[in-house]
């Protein structure tokens, strides 16, 4: 198993969180709003759309929230900051090969990211549904005409 540290990911996935941490307050708010008009009254209703907006914006480690005498409350959490902090930047490239470096690990990695994107565009514009082979000679044949088609 190697972990890797990436100032480029870190970079990136920094600018999400910053995104979403100021996004999804936003969005809170706006239900809470709703809960207090009475737009929505149902503790069901009202949990399903907290939830929701937290999952779209992946925010759902760092804020808590609850229904307080009918009210919506919502906070941030400053643990999960810092704990999302340290783990920017930082991925994990599970291996069976122990005489493989790191750099050899990444770049097989990225090759293994560019066959599953090829094999991806290939069912997108051929239309290939899957297919359930029981016998594995017709399983290596389906690959292998897969393959062929995505060479070609």
């Known amino acids: 198993m190697i972990v890797i540290d990436s100032d480029e990911r870190r970079g990136r996935e920094q600018a999400k969180r910053e995104q979403a941490m100021e996004r999804a307050p936003q969005k809170l708010e706006k239900l809470k709003d709703r809960v207090a008009a009475g737009d929505l009254n149902r503790s ?5 759309t907290a939830e929701r907006i937290m999952q779209r914006y ?9 229904l307080d005498g009918g009210s919506f409350v919502f906070s941030q959490s400053e643990t999960c900051l810092g704990r999302e902090r340290k783990i920017e930047g930082k991925y994990v490239i599970a291996t069976g090969e122990k005489e493989l470096g790191i750099l050899d690990a990444v770049a097989m990695y990225k090759e293994l990211i560019e066959v599953e994107r090829g094999f991806r565009q290939l069912k997108d514009v051929m239309a290939m549904r899957p297919a359930y082979h029981q016998i594995e000679p017709r399983v290596k044949a389906h690959i292998f005409v897969a393959a062929l088609a995505l060479l070609v």
Do not use: M, N, P, T
Not at 44 to 48: D, L, M, P, S, T
Not at 58 to 66: G, I, N, Q
């Open 44 to 48: 069901e209703k009202i949990g399903a």
């Open 58 to 66: 992946h925010v759902y480690r760092c804020f808590d929230w609850k």
